[in-house]
């Protein structure tokens, strides 16, 4: 299974979640994407490299931004590790994306 490591406006949003489902739901997420890391659909253009998993709840989408960055290990060969970028509602998620990721 892949290393996973969560960039700070990532751990602040899971970190407020009040909601236990949902807060269920994004760890559900994370550890899919552990499992297998294509999981997420490949974004194009100024956010290339970058995947999204999307999240529904309470009519509400939810994103989870990440990439899959792969390390060189003399013992175990090459090793992924999952970088959480970023995770929130949908809306302005992908212009903040852009904001923090560039």
């Known amino acids: 299974m892949a290393e996973l490591r969560i960039l700070p406006p990532a751990a602040r949003f899971l970190k407020k979640l009040k909601d236990k489902i949902l807060k269920s739901l994004f ?5 899919a994407i552990l499992k297998n890391p294509a ?13 999204s998993y999307d999240i529904f709840y309470k009519r509400t989408n939810y994103e989870l931004a990440y990439t899959v960055e792969y390390v060189v290990n003399e013992e175990t060969g090459e090793d992924e ?20 990721w560039h």
């Open 81 to 100: 590790i999952i970088v959480v970028i970023m995770a929130g509602t949908r809306e302005n998620f992908y212009d903040a994306l852009k904001r923090y």
């Open 27 to 31: 760890q559900e997420a994370i550890d």
């Open 39 to 51: 999981l997420g659909t490949e974004k194009t253009g100024d956010l290339r490299g970058v995947r």
